[in-house]
């Protein structure tokens, strides 16, 4: 392998036995007219996870590598190791927990982005799994087929199953990388300012939400200040560019979660931490309007319940949806 890997898909494990097979599978049986090789960073799992990866290897000993972290390093740190060890000309990531259901997904990326060098990233659409009441619902409703880098400063709209990207093109991932709780947006703004993001409407994998994930055992506050803590680097990154654009929008957002975790603190009668919230926001933007702020913590919040016929529209759907048979990799 080496300089001929067309694709390295990054998969990150962490006692996830019980699903972990079927992200392999999904991957080793992609119909892909390239070389690619899988490389798992395992956290130190205290599960069958890792012997479960390793009889995948057995079948695949030269496409797949496995590294084990000594002890338990979390999220970030796996990640970086696991990105350092890398080498193919575009990257996929899928998570121990998530899984690929179309053999197509890969060749089909990366026709793509070698047709089209102005992209450094193709997405497509993929199932929300909401794994406790066995749900489904389709990502990216509306999204368009083509993006850039504003799009992904006002929203991630990016599922990070579904990416292959240019690997390289930012460089070494930067230190700071290790101060978010999370890296899957960093690393797509990274790439974005290098080109467009082209959405496929094609649904190719599934993203399994479940009490375990990162995102889903973490209350309000948590969510918030994660999505602070990442746009808060991506701010002293941007700031240090010709983006001002950019830079205008992810300033924007920043105070969007902060005014969010402010009201939060206010709803729990936490009337110092939420007053604090304006402080950061201060700090992270000198110029921004005080009063502004204040009026926007602090005026009524109008509930977005959404019409009575919509709301059992999306009800009924949800019920539906646990009638249906999961998709499964191929």
């Not at 794994?131 to 368009?144: P, T, V």
């Not at 300012?193 to 082209?198: L, M, P, V």
């Not at 010709?242 to 902060?258: P, Q, W």
């Amino acid at each position: 392998m080496g300089e001929s890997i067309k694709v390295s898909v990054l998969m990150l494990t962490f006692n996830q036995e019980q699903y972990v097979d079927e992200a392999i599978r999904g991957v080793m049986h992609q119909d892909a007219p390239f070389d690619l090789e899988l490389v798992i960073g395992d956290d130190c799992s205290s599960d069958g996870t890792v012997a479960a990866c390793r009889r995948w290897q057995e079948m695949y000993p030269d496409k797949i590598k496995i590294y084990e972290n000594a002890t338990n390093e979390g999220l970030l740190k796996n990640f970086v190791r696991t990105y350092n060890k890398c080498c193919g000309e575009y990257m996929a990531i899928c998570e121990g927990d998530d899984y690929w259901i179309d053999k197509s997904k890969l060749r089909r990326q990366v026709q793509f982005l070698d047709s089209h060098p102005e992209f450094t990233t193709c997405v497509h659409r993929v199932v929300n799994y909401y794994q406790e009441d066995r749900s489904m619902s389709l990502s990216n409703g509306g999204q368009k087929s083509v993006n850039d880098i504003l799009d992904l400063a006002r929203v991630n709209f990016i599922s990070n199953v579904s990416a292959v990207f240019r690997r390289g093109l930012f460089g070494e991932l930067p230190e700071w990388i290790f101060d978010v709780a999370t890296y899957d947006y960093a690393i797509h703004m990274l790439n974005a300012q290098y080109g467009g993001i082209y959405y496929m409407n094609r649904c190719m994998a599934v993203y399994r939400k479940h009490g375990k994930a990162l995102w889903s055992r973490s209350g309000a506050e948590k969510q918030y200040r994660m999505a602070m803590a990442v746009r808060n680097k991506l701010i002293g990154y941007f700031s240090t560019t010709s983006r001002d654009d950019v830079l205008k929008i992810l300033l924007e957002k920043y105070e969007d979660n902060a005014v969010a975790l402010a009201r939060y603190f206010l709803s729990e009668n936490r009337t110092e931490e939420a007053a604090a919230v304006v402080d950061e926001i201060l700090a992270v933007n000198a110029n921004a309007d005080v009063k502004k702020l204040e009026k926007r913590i602090h005026e009524p919040r109008v509930a977005k319940h959404g019409s009575l016929l919509t709301r059992m529209l999306k009800e009924s759907r949800r019920m539906l949806s646990r009638m249906l048979p999961v998709p499964h990799a191929k």
